[in-house]
């Protein structure tokens, strides 16, 4: 049944919409951390049964100033539920690599592609932070400005794009040392959005067997609050999840 709704999924052309897709994490007050997957802009959160069964595997570590500690994740209707919230000076980050490959036109050409997905939370954005995950955006403790790695490396000539759930975005590309200057007037929370494609074919193991894939889909978030600014303007209204084709919703209601 799991199969069956993968493969549903991944039939699915990616429109513009869904290529902007990204997970990202949030804080309710007083209660655990949240994974989210949608359209931070737009207001849109996938659920389950439905998109949010594009993972399988959720991993998420805290970062303290005692150091890194994994932490549990459960899946829930609307996200993936962390075991606790995070403290006022803590840190997260959280890879999700998706399960079924995706056509992804790239170049004018459509690319079997396999996405892996990155959230990273911090504290406070003024603060340097050393990038960690595949891919990743950083502060660099200069006010406004981010640094865009890829394993490590500086990532230049990338599109940086600040959103809030207003629908207010701003779009910055990284310099030659992958670092990106963005103007954020508002006092709310922000998601700071990356994407690279890098077209080096592969393959992964699959159930049926080794996946081919032309090519691997980075897309990470940052996620923090500024504490001062302009007082936002309201949300957008919330956009209710997208729907499966008819024919995976009895394999997505059978698979949970």
Known sequence: ?????????????????AQAHQIWIEQPAGKPAVVRFGEFAENLREASPGYLD?????????????????????KAADGFR?????GAKDGLVVDSPMNAL???????????TWFQM????????????????????????????????????????????AMVESGWEQTAYTDAQGKAHLNLPWKT???????????TPGERPGADGPEHYDAIGYVTTLTFVKPDGVAP?????????????AAAAPAASASQ
């Open 1 to 17: 049944m799991k199969k069956t709704l993968s493969l549903a999924i991944a039939a699915l052309s990616l429109t513009a919409t």
């Open 54 to 74: 594009s993972f399988n595997k959720v991993s998420a570590t805290l970062i303290t100033a005692k150091g890194e500690t994994p932490l549990p994740v459960t």
């Open 82 to 86: 962390l075991s606790q919230k995070i």
């Open 102 to 112: 995706r056509k992804f036109t790239h170049g004018g050409e459509a690319l079997q």
């Open 118 to 161: 990155n959230a990273r939370y911090v504290p406070d954005p003024a603060v340097a932070v050393a990038p960690k995950l595949a891919i990743d955006i950083v502060p660099t403790g200069k006010p406004g400005e981010f640094l865009v790695a890829l394993k490590g490396q500086p990532l230049p000539k990338t599109k940086l794009v």
């Open 189 to 199: 929370q922000y998601v700071l959005r990356a994407m690279h494609i890098d077209r």
């Open 233 to 245: 303007l309201p949300a957008l209204p919330v956009r209710p999840p997208n729907k499966l084709p």
